[in-house]
């Protein structure tokens, strides 16, 4: 199979979807993105059934994509929040694409949160080799744990979720997130791209700052993307 029969059911859905000027300016975003993190290896889909871990927990779980800096830059754009001061904690991080996109974003400190003991490998060299890259001054953590049992802690102060499980496990983090809250009250950011669930944050009485259709963000998020707040 050549490169053209490989993706042209993509592309024919795109330009049906989208349109040929808005195609050709994803394709040539997509391209940079590419070439800007070339080094690093975040690439491909990797089905839950070819995960590592627990089989219990790959049940729950959704097949690992890297989050694209595009759609990240555009839930955050125009958020008031102090990114400098502020700590990331990224569930279901995979292979931390995420985590550097936020480094970039100006946050303080990024935490990964992964259950495949492979995948957070991965994240763990892709952020040593970021770090390195930027002169050793990225404040990163990489924990290779499941979601739901991860112990929040009170400096983490905005939560990221790219659709990484369902609302099994997404109800037990949200359980530990109002926890950690009544121990720590602080101002809080829920970030949730390809927003599935998103009855299970606004169950919780979270705020919707932000809502980004899956137009506005891309054909192929059907879900869209939210940013929550708790004030
Ligand atoms: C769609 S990928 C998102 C990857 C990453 N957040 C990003 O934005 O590039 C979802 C990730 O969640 C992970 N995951 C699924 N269930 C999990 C769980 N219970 N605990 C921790 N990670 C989980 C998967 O292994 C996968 O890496």
């Not at 050549?2 to 808005?22: A, D, W």
């Not at 195609?23 to 993105?33: A, D, E, P, V, Y």
């Amino acid at each position: 199979m050549n490169i053209f029969e490989k993706y042209r059911g993509k592309l024919q859905r795109s330009l049906s979807g989208r349109g040929i000027f808005n195609t050709i300016s994803l394709i040539f975003s997509k391209s940079m993105h590419r070439f800007q993190f070339r080094k690093y290896d975040f690439w491909g889909l990797i089905e839950t059934s070819e995960l590592d871990g627990s089989e219990e927990l790959k049940k729950h779980a959704v097949k690992y994509e890297a989050s694209n800096q595009i759609f990240f830059k555009k839930l955050l754009d125009n958020v008031e929040w102090q990114f400098e001061t502020s700590t990331l904690v990224d569930f279901g991080c995979g292979k931390g694409a995420a985590l550097i996109y936020a480094t970039e974003f100006g946050f303080k400190k990024v935490i990964g949160v992964e259950f495949s003991h492979n995948l957070s490998q991965l994240a763990s060299d892709n952020l040593k080799k970021f770090s390195v890259q930027k002169g050793g001054k990225v404040s990163y953590e990489i924990v290779n744990i499941d979601a739901s049992q991860y112990e929040i802690p009170s400096e983490a102060d905005c939560f990221y979720f790219f659709n990484p499980f369902d609302a099994f496990i997404m109800e037990k983090v949200f359980q530990n997130i109002v926890k950690s809250l009544e121990a720590n009250p602080r101002k809080i950011l829920i970030v949730y791209l390809n927003a599935v669930y998103k009855e299970v944050i606004e169950n919780c009485g979270f705020k919707r700052l932000k809502y980004l259709s899956k137009d506005e963000l891309d054909y192929y998020f059907y879900n869209g993307g939210c940013v929550y707040t708790n004030e």
